[in-house]
């Protein structure tokens, strides 16, 4: 596959390059200037057709519209299906071209969309007016704990500070398969899920709707490659496969998780609800912004170590509105760059016992905490357990989640001028159906 260019690649300015401007005003502190572009899929008002569009500013600029005019040549109509599944299935090479050329025609000073009215007018859609959908089908999910602060968090919760750490943790990114059929775009409500409970104290559990509903401040990494069954990946090759990133919440249910996840691990308390941000941030939009990660201590195994710096240096923060409350409230900041397991390392140990990995796989990153107490990524941890409540604005207070709360998580990261960042995710907790 080819993208139509107006002018050779090695002729343009990086679209990374700090000094890009856009034709389209584009505020210092929006999450999407030109050296963005994230993907998303979205619809209007006046056409429920889904189709692929990319953010700047306060507009979304229709691909598939730019796609029918010849101006993007990329494949038979992949921008105007409703996701992002055929295009991301074009490989590495495409994805990197047609970032290029869609910055190319945002630019000041090109004039191929800037001094077409009819065509701003059908492809530049103000934001505000549009609908998102799922960026993508989900063909598989996995969610995995690679904080090592939230994990010696929840081990001295429950295990005491001598044992925190599981003997495997140190050495293995550990993780379970989800659901990827509950995995839904920011704005669709959380029903508040049931299962059986068993307190500590009582002889017998017993069913009904989860009491400490919790989220997990999170990152999804989108796979845009496959691979083969019984085949391992190196570090490059699972470098490679990553389309984007998005903003995810992982909705846990604590107390339906406390007595089913042994020996097994979680099910139920997993299964009713995951939330991701609408908008796809590619792994080039946010190659200036890699870190290296902390030391990992013991050294992993030969197939895990990494010769790249694959963290981020990313900002995240959480805010929470009580049922009832006008605003959101901050309850936690932290930073991407505190996992101690790389998304790269996940994508590798994922695929290193034979798994066949699939275009649209879902990986999640696991809680985000960081060393700091206000950069706890969970009500668990930020109340410890339930022992040490929230005060919320009005004399509110909340160890888990009531029906009416909503979460928002943020996420971005800072250039020089600009930000690169996601937009949000959020939802809002309903009462369970009896």
Avoid at 74 to 86: D, I, P, T, Y
């Amino acid at each position: 596959m080819s993208v139509s260019c107006q002018r050779p690649l090695s002729t343009m300015s990086h679209p990374n390059d700090p000094k890009l401007k856009s034709f389209i005003d584009v505020a210092a502190d929006s999450d999407f200037p030109i050296q963005n572009l994230p993907y998303g899929v979205f619809s209007t008002p006046t056409s429920a057709q889904k189709r692929v569009g990319v953010a700047i500013g306060e507009f979304v600029l229709d691909l598939a519209a730019l796609e029918s005019e010849g101006l993007l040549k990329v494949g038979e109509g992949v921008f105007a299906q409703g996701g992002l599944n055929a295009f991301m299935a074009l490989g590495p090479k495409t994805w990197t071209a047609t970032r290029a050329r869609i910055s190319e025609l945002l630019r000041h000073d090109t004039a191929t969309l800037r001094d077409n009215a009819a065509l701003r007018k059908r492809a530049l859609l103000p934001r505000n007016e549009v609908q998102l959908h799922m960026p993508f089908a989900v063909a598989g999910y996995t969610d995995f704990y690679s904080s090592k602060e939230h994990a010696t968090n929840v081990g001295i919760m429950f295990r005491g500070k001598d044992n925190a750490l599981q003997p495997n943790w140190l050495h293995i990114p550990i993780a379970y398969n989800g659901r990827a059929s509950t995995v839904v775009v920011s704005g669709t409500p959380i029903i508040r899920p049931q299962g059986q409970l068993k307190p500590p104290s009582a002889d017998a559990p017993t069913f009904g709707p989860c009491k400490r509903l919790d989220f997990e401040l999170e990152m999804g990494v989108v796979v845009g490659g496959a691979s083969q069954m019984g085949h391992m990946l190196t570090e490059a090759q699972a470098a490679e496969m990553i389309f984007g990133f998005v903003l995810l919440n992982d909705w846990s249910a604590r107390d339906i998780q406390q007595w089913e996840y042994v020996p097994l691990g979680p099910f139920q308390a997993k299964a009713f609800g995951t939330s991701i941000s609408p908008w796809v941030v590619t792994r080039e939009a946010l190659e200036p912004f890699r870190v290296a990660g902390p030391t990992q201590d013991p050294t992993p195994l030969p197939y895990l170590q990494q010769k790249g710096a694959n963290n981020y240096d990313l900002n995240l923060d959480v805010e929470l509105r009580a049922d009832g409350a006008k605003d959101y409230a901050q309850i936690a900041r932290t930073n991407f760059k505190y996992m101690y397991w790389s998304s790269v390392q996940q994508l590798v140990h994922h695929a290193s016992g034979g798994c066949a990995m699939n275009v649209g796989d879902l990986l999640g990153s696991g809680t985000i905490s960081g060393p700091e107490k206000d950069q706890r990524g969970s009500l668990l941890e930020i109340s410890w357990n339930g022992s040490e409540p929230i005060d919320l604005p009005g004399g509110v207070k909340r160890t888990f989640f009531e029906d009416g709360d909503s979460l928002s998580i943020r996420g971005w990261c800072q250039g020089d001028g600009y930000r690169v960042g996601f937009g949000e995710v959020e939802g809002t907790i309903l009462p369970a159906k009896e």
